[in-house]
């Protein structure tokens, strides 16, 4: 699992999330879990948890891995 941080355009807040990866489709950006955890991303028996998604234009760019 990683640390993502994001930082919002509107008032410069920044949130940590821990997540396995994150998705960006241009318009949103989802940070999730694989299922069951530690599951491989090419196993068909894998999927993903959303925990959380966010506009895209809502924030100052791209989540950041950290430490």
Do not use: H
């Not at 069951?36 to 506009?55: C, H, I, N, R, Y």
Request: aromatic letters at 10%.
């Amino acid at each position: 699992m990683t640390r993502f941080r994001l930082e919002f355009v509107d008032d410069g807040s920044v949130i940590d999330v821990d997540a396995d990866d994150f998705d960006d489709d241009g318009e949103w950006i989802a940070l999730y879990n694989y299922v069951p955890p530690g599951g491989d991303p090419l196993s068909p028996g894998t999927s993903k948890e959303v925990l959380a998604s966010f506009e895209r234009a809502s924030l100052a760019g791209p989540p950041r891995p950290i430490g």
